[in-house]
């Protein structure tokens, strides 16, 4: 057996059992769900943002996984329901005056107390630290304790004063029930918030579609008047038909064959204006001296004219 020397071993040196099951310590991980970050896994750190189910995030985390979901990180399946920025809601903490920080354990040799958290409940002054319930409200963005709310029962925000309902409250770190009940809830306001928009589309494409029947009109008879000069409206204002009482608009006067009088100019005109424009200039035949206005002993230079 490779016992030398006398030894005398013991049962529980030969025979090996099952494995004792390692227990985790309840404190220690409720603890580390309210300091850490639960998609990093670092220390939390201001700006702090909650999802629709109640977890802690440090903000540049969820801006680098929503930048590069790719990248292998050990907690993706925690974030795996954020889609973007806005389904997550930075949170408005109120500071513990107590906490004193990670200065003065620089060297380590000091005592740490796990219970004292960085933020409190404004109303009572219950510390986030694992053993109270907390709560904020998706409006503002403010956190306080279960029994801050129970006991004094509004409406209103006690931080900041905005209005909220109790139905749309979401538990911080809550118990596998809590977190059950958020995701239904969630999935039955995104479920609501796709027909609201199928809906809206649909009848946006129902009203660009529809013709509008009156402009029709307008525009048929605009166009009628301004091909038919006036010597022709004049002529066919006995023979059209005038508007029916039922809503329906009459059909479009053709213009009439041939040229149309007073629409274009008449050729002459044309050659009368072009005539006196040219008269204008010296090269005109208009402009030009006769042989009788020219005498001969005149010589032409260009400085005469």
């Known amino acids: 057996m490779g016992c030398d020397g006398g030894t005398i071993p013991k049962r529980h ?14 404190n220690a991980e409720l603890a580390a769900k309210w300091r850490y970050c639960a998609l990093s896994q670092e220390k939390l750190k201001r700006p702090i943002v909650a999802c629709e189910l109640g977890r802690l995030y440090n903000k540049d985390a969820i801006i680098e996984y929503l930048l590069d979901k790719s990248a292998e990180r050990p907690n993706s399946e925690v974030v795996a329901h954020i889609r973007s920025i806005k389904e997550v809601k930075e949170l408005n903490l109120t500071d513990n005056p107590a906490w004193e920080g990670e200065r003065h354990n620089i060297k380590g040799d000091c005592y740490e107390d796990m219970h004292c958290s960085m933020f409190i409940c404004p109303v009572v002054g219950l510390e986030m630290n694992g053993k109270h319930k907390f709560l904020y409200l998706p409006t503002c ?4 304790s279960e029994r801050a709310l129970k006991e004094v029962k509004t409406e ?33 306001r995104r479920s609501k918030a796709k027909s609201a928009k199928k809906s809206k589309k ?24 301004s091909l038919n000069g006036e ?27 041939g040229p149309i009088i007073g629409s274009k100019r008449s050729i002459q005109d044309m050659k009368d204006k072009s005539e006196t424009y040219k008269s204008l200039f010296t090269s005109h035949s208009s402009a030009k001296r006769t042989k009788d206005q020219i005498s001969n002993w005149v010589t032409h230079t260009p400085y005469h004219f």
């Open 231 to 257: 010597g022709s409206s004049a002529s066919h204002s006995d023979s059209a038909p005038g508007p029916s009482t039922s809503g329906e608009c009459s059909k479009p006067l053709k213009a009439p064959p």
């Open 13 to 26: 040196e030969l025979v090996k059992g099952p494995k004792k099951v390692e227990k985790v310590d309840k």
């Open 141 to 144: 963005g403010c956190v306080f």
């Open 156 to 188: 209103i925000c006690h931080k900041c004063g905005d209005p909220f309902q109790e139905d749309n409250l979401v538990m911080l770190n809550g118990t596998k029930e809590d977190v059950e009940k958020l995701q239904k809830a969630m999935e039955e």
């Open 202 to 225: 649909s009848k946006d494409t129902k009203v660009s579609k529809a013709p509008d029947s009156t402009g029709s009109c307008d525009t048929s008879e605009t166009k009628s008047t």
